[in-house]
């Protein structure tokens, strides 16, 4: 099957581009000899997660546990949840997740540690990480005393082994943090065998942080440098993805409409929304639920209806969870069609 068979709107990854994207993020995190932990919240999608690895991640970071569980399920065996576990729903789950591959999770409160600790001691244990809050105002413990404390925690609770901390995203101004907390966990006498930076981008400072590891999940799709509006667009040599969209209607001279809209790309980024490969002058200004509005002022070529456009989307990891499926294609031809295994899985 070539592209030109698919119906529209329809999801495409170059795999050109994507298995350079993997080679060069492998690459760059062995010149910094730091270990990466791919992040597969950004493609969801199981196949990618095993090219991932065959090109050196030595594991991969799920965001959610619905996330973990599909990638279990196909035959992945190291992953990071750097995520609360809250719940006993939740940690039944984990818990079954532990007894298939090696499962380690991040925490930051008592609560949650020992609502893991009690249904998890009979069953088997659980690795932890202690997430910090270096900077990024999200979850975290607030001090190196408080993750010493927590750790301490930790190693008392049966059923739960400590590993290490963890940390996002990797900023240089958080050496003292990780240094500080690092030590006080030292004396305490508790081990730190994993410290667990992250970020696009981030394999050079996690290196210089001291690091065990880096997590990095954005540049599957987009290349070494994260994307935006600014200083670094979207680029057809770096971004993997391209929704084919098909023109409509075309009511003015200088507008035509797609049937991709905000439920084909997702409502979240501004605009331009994203970059038609064909005619870069072109600018998605807006989008209702269900059309792609296309302000086509400055392109020489008329449109026609029924023409067809690839749109590389500005957030493609977001436009990812809203498709069943992706297609892989290399010059034109459909290579594969990969479930996005783990889209929707917020749970």
């Known amino acids: 099957m070539r ?51 065959r090109a050196g991640a ?4 799920c965001q959610k546990l619905g996330e973990a569980e599909a990638m279990v399920a196909a035959g992945i065996e190291d992953i990071l949840i750097p995520y609360n576990i809250v719940g006993a729903q939740k940690v039944d789950r984990l818990v079954r997740l ?17 609502g893991i600790s009690e249904r998890a001691s009979v069953a088997c244990e659980v690795k932890t990480l202690v997430e910090l809050d270096t900077g990024g105002k999200r979850c975290g413990v607030q001090s190196p005393e408080a993750a010493r404390d927590l750790a301490r925690k930790i190693v008392s609770l049966p059923g739960l082994s400590f590993e290490g901390i963890m940390t996002y995203p990797s900023r ?4 003292p943090f990780l240094d500080h907390t690092r030590a006080l966990i ?13 970020g696009t981008g981030s394999e050079a400072v996690s290196a210089q942080l001291g690091c065990t590891e880096t997590r990095i999940g954005s540049s599957v799709f987009e290349g070494l440098r994260r994307i935006n509006r600014r200083d670094n667009p979207p680029n057809p040599d770096t971004c993997a993805e391209r929704m084919i969209v098909t023109v409509v209607s075309t009511p003015t001279s200088d507008r035509v409409i797609t049937d991709g809209g905000q439920k084909t790309f997702t409502s979240y980024p501004p605009t331009p929304y994203g970059y038609i490969v064909e005619h870069p002058e072109a600018e998605i200004y807006g989008m209702s639920i269900e059309h792609g509005h296309i302000d086509i002022s400055k392109c020489e070529n008329g449109f026609r ?15 990812t969870n809203l498709h069943d499926q992706v297609y892989a294609v290399r010059n034109g031809l459909v290579e594969g069609i990969w479930k996005v295994a783990g889209r929707g899985r917020v749970q």
């Open 186 to 198: 030292d004396e305490a006498g508790i081990p730190v065998h994993t410290v667990s930076g992250g």
């Open 58 to 61: 030595i594991g991969i970071a």
């Open 172 to 175: 240089l101004e958080a050496k």
């Open 305 to 319: 209806v029924g023409d067809r456009l690839s749109v590389i989307p500005q957030h493609q990891g977001m436009t």
């Open 3 to 53: 592209i030109e068979d698919l119906d529209t709107p329809a999801l495409t990854i170059d795999l050109d581009v994507l298995e350079k994207n993997i080679r060069d993020l492998a690459e760059s995190c062995r010149a910094q000899n730091i270990p990466l932990r791919v992040h597969t919240k950004t493609h969801k999608i199981p196949e990618i997660a095993h090219l991932q690895i």
């Open 98 to 114: 532990c007894k298939q591959a090696s499962i380690t999770v991040a925490l930051d409160s008592e609560i949650t540690a020992g």
